[in-house]
């Protein structure tokens, strides 16, 4: 009796994990499902959607989002982290067919410009959250940049390494240039009259080997 009833506990403790199991993975695919509808709102309607539109979006009500997002800086919080692993697969894909560093920096630098250009409209709401009423109590932008810039200074420090060159000033050098690549992003794409991207590409990538060349030896660029 003793043993039935020890599996009988087993059974149900293990019954009850399943369910919490299944749950929780339930809340997580339609979390993910209320971000892709926030996203395509955000493109339809632009940086400045409600929640109202993100709720229609997605067929739902305000209320069904409040369940799923503390509030709407937690929605913003997903989508921007949505956006962030995007941008950290492209920067990937385009940097793994770079044969040198400079190469590698044109791939990194078209990979931003094109795809600010792809949804202006998310970069806005990401970039600028003016979807937001208050102070972010953190701000995924600089996450953002980070994961750029960590990805730029590996792709430099790797093939720079691989040249013999020392390659310490990477991290530093690639923080900068991502700095002035954001920065002339979010002025392009305010620009009614805006260059072409590929011709921002083509000067942005100018203006940072450049001034890599201004710091690194001759050997270390070459």
């Known amino acids: 009796m003793e043993v039935i009833e020890d599996g009988t506990a087993v059974a149900a403790v293990a019954t009850e994990d399943g369910r919490r199991t299944r749950w929780a993975e339930h809340r997580r695919r339609r979390r993910e499902e209320l971000v892709t509808a926030a996203l395509r709102a955000i493109t339809a309607k632009g940086a400045g959607v409600g929640m109202d539109e993100v709720a229609a979006a997605a067929g739902t009500s305000k209320t069904v989002l409040y369940r799923h997002f503390a509030d709407k800086e937690d929605l913003y919080l997903a989508v921007a982290e949505r ?16 044969d040198d560093p400079r190469a590698g920096l044109v791939a990194i630098i078209g990979a931003y410009v094109r795809m600010v250009e792809a949804d202006p409209e998310v970069y806005r709401f990401v970039v600028s959250h003016p979807f937001l009423e208050r102070p972010l109590t953190t701000d995924p932008v ?12 590996r792709t430099i420090t790797a093939h720079l390494r691989v040249g013999g060159a020392r390659g310490a000033s990477a991290d530093v050098l690639a923080h900068g240039v991502i700095a002035m ?11 009614p009259d805006r ?7 083509a000067d942005l990538t100018q203006l ?14 070459q």
Request: charged fraction near 20%; aromatic fraction near 4%; hydrophobic fraction near 50%.
């Open 208 to 221: 940072a080997w450049g001034g890599l060349q201004a710091v690194l030896t001759p050997e270390e660029v």
């Open 142 to 153: 600089q996450r953002i940049s980070g994961t750029i810039a960590a990805e730029t200074a």
């Open 181 to 191: 690549i954001r920065t002339a992003a979010d002025r392009w794409i305010s620009t």
């Open 83 to 98: 956006v962030n692993a995007r941008i950290l697969r492209e920067l990937s894909r385009a940097v793994d067919s770079a």
């Open 195 to 201: 260059v072409p991207a590929d011709t921002l590409v």
